[in-house]
């Protein structure tokens, strides 16, 4: 995982990409894969997800004058509160399929050293994780993918959430352990089935 | 708040702390998922990725974007740039003084029965942070067909002016706009009317620079006044106004307290305070808010609205320490009538005796 821009220069790249293409495209070299991964868990499918991406940083562009850096991690709380919400108005919108998602339509997934076999399984896996998460509570659904595949402090997810950072380390632990019993339930049940 | 549903324990804890770990150590530790430290392990290693045209194609599109607007900043009216920030003050602004003293920035007028404009609305902690540069002026446009009135206050270094002649053509027109900025050297005031699809006039005053120059041009006299007028002027006025109806949403309702909040916060004189995070977020969720009778609308997000323009005249002369220049469609006689009608705005200091401005006619 790509370590955490210094804050710094974060600062400074926040001022710059308002006008120099250059500082733009630093800050959207390190954010890319967050945002995109972020929205990927979110929707699924690749063709909204690259839609939402778009959205998301042709909007952050648009509002990047009216951006005030606030210290650490105020950028990125930012930026992904911007995704949020569209990423939730999709949802209200209802265009994220009830079904799940046909593997074929899915992302592909980040480790690209992966025989075609483990890359389908790990898909495989992806497509369960996706499922599993949407059957906990919505808050805690946003909990867990800002966390995981955002790659957000809790301080920063409690930004994007509007919630206490130690509520937001309560979603997550308990989110998670209901995530691991439903998990192991359904590998259970797979087990049993066959 | 904090309370005891949220107390973490010490399994929770080492969690958190465990899942800190397997993020930051390349995310795809093998182990078994029955564990649920494992299992975490293993939800980190289905980490979506982009394609690498589109994360390219994007990059490029975003960049042009970026070049777009910062050319597109440049050419813009230093006004209207400050316009959108403003529009949902108006009434916040009222509240607290329950009088008419527009903070700083924006009012609008109807002509008549027909349609106000506003453009895009948005708050953010960096228009927060320039409201605090407020001077007690007051400024009172009037229409010269009677039909509405307008007061603005704010940190403008000079008294404006403003026609007390319109052609029937304008004055029927659409919609009306005034607008001011100032920011350090760039005070201006822009005045709109007209209908951009018929005839329209674009008036921009700034204080005159000490040399007075005028562009090379046709020289013609306003009120006995050098002035220069540019034929063939053509280009894209950003800023024209908007139907309302293009820009409210639905009506919203913020979190109590807000209004209250947000008009504290702009008291003059007073370094403006943080928003509590509740109404931020719920004005950064509705994409910008405008307040109107006291009813608070979400705006939708529409672009800078642009209007092309060709063949149109440019007029520039001085009047005392004020630079006017007048852009328009107008016929060359009718431009010349309206520069001569000019005339400075009612001004004083102080708490303006006048009322607020004319509602605008929601349908």
């Known amino acids: ?194 | 708040m904090m309370n005891e549903e949220n107390e973490l324990t010490e399994r929770e804890r080492g969690l958190l702390e465990e899942i800190e770990q397997i993020l930051a150590n390349e995310r795809g530790e093998r182990r078994e998922a029955d564990s649920l430290y494992g299992f975490c392990a293993h939800l980190a290693s289905t980490v979506p990725r982009a394609d690498d045209d589109f994360r390219q194609r994007l990059e490029s599109r975003l960049v042009a974007r970026l070049q777009q607007q910062v050319s597109m900043g440049e050419a813009r009216p230093p006004w209207f740039q400050r316009l959108a920030l403003a529009v949902g003050r108006i009434r916040q602004a009222l509240q607290p003084k329950g009088g008419m003293t527009l903070k700083w920035g924006l009012a609008f007028a109807a002509l008549a029965v027909l349609v106000i404009t506003v453009s895009t609305v948005a708050f953010v902690p960096s228009v927060r942070a320039q409201v605090g540069e407020i001077l007690n002026t007051w400024f009172h446009f009037k229409s010269p067909g009677g039909g509405w009135e307008v007061a603005l206050s704010g940190p403008a270094k000079f008294t404006p002016l403003q026609p007390t002649y319109l052609p029937d053509t304008v004055l029927s027109g659409l919609v009306s706009t005034v607008g001011s900025v100032t920011t350090g050297a760039e005070d201006e005031v822009g005045l709109f009317f007209g209908n951009p699809d018929d005839q329209w006039l674009y008036i921009t005053q700034r204080p005159a620079l000490a040399e007075r120059a005028l562009p090379e041009g046709q020289r013609v006299q306003v009120n006995g006044r050098e002035a220069v007028l540019l034929t063939g002027q053509s280009g894209v006025l950003v800023g024209p106004p908007r139907p309302l109806e293009e820009i409210l949403g639905e009506k919203l309702a913020l979190p109590p307290g807000c209004l209250e909040a947000m008009a504290a916060e702009s008291e003059p004189g007073k370094e403006p305070a943080p928003l509590p995070p509740e109404c931020q977020q719920a004005i950064e969720e509705a994409g910008g808010i405008a307040i109107i009778n006291d009813a608070t609308y979400r705006t939708r997000p529409i672009g800078p609205p642009e209007m092309e323009y060709e063949n149109a005249m440019r007029l520039i002369w001085y009047v005392g320490a004020v630079k006017v220049d007048i852009l328009s469609n107008l016929p060359e006689e009718e431009m010349l009538k309206v520069a001569e009608s000019m005339v400075p705005v009612e001004a004083g200091e102080g708490e303006s005796p006048f009322g607020p401005p004319l509602d605008p006619p929601l349908r």
């Open chain 1, 1 to 194: 995982m790509q370590s955490r821009l210094d804050p710094e220069r974060e600062r400074v790249l926040t001022e710059e990409a308002r006008r120099d293409p250059e500082a733009l495209r630093e800050l959207y070299d390190y954010y890319f894969p967050k945002v995109y991964a972020y929205i990927g868990y979110r929707v699924g499918r690749v063709q909204d997800i690259e839609d939402l991406t778009s959205e998301t940083f042709l909007k952050a562009i648009e509002k990047l004058d009216g951006f005030v850096w606030q210290g650490e991690g105020s950028f990125p709380a930012w930026l992904f509160r911007i995704a949020h919400n569209l990423a939730s108005d999709f949802y209200r919108r209802g265009q994220v399929a009830e079904e799940s998602v046909p593997l074929e339509e899915l992302p592909e997934l980040e480790d690209n050293t992966l025989s075609p076999a483990e890359a389908f399984l790990r898909k495989e896996r992806l497509a369960l994780f996706r499922r599993l998460i949407g059957t906990l509570s919505r808050r805690r659904q946003e909990v867990i993918t800002l966390k995981f595949f955002g790659g957000l402090h809790n301080k920063e997810t409690a930004e994007v959430l509007g919630l206490d950072e130690r509520t937001v380390a309560s979603h997550l632990c308990r989110g998670l352990g209901d995530l691991h019993r439903r998990y192991v339930h359904e590998l259970m049940g797979t087990k049993e089935g066959r």
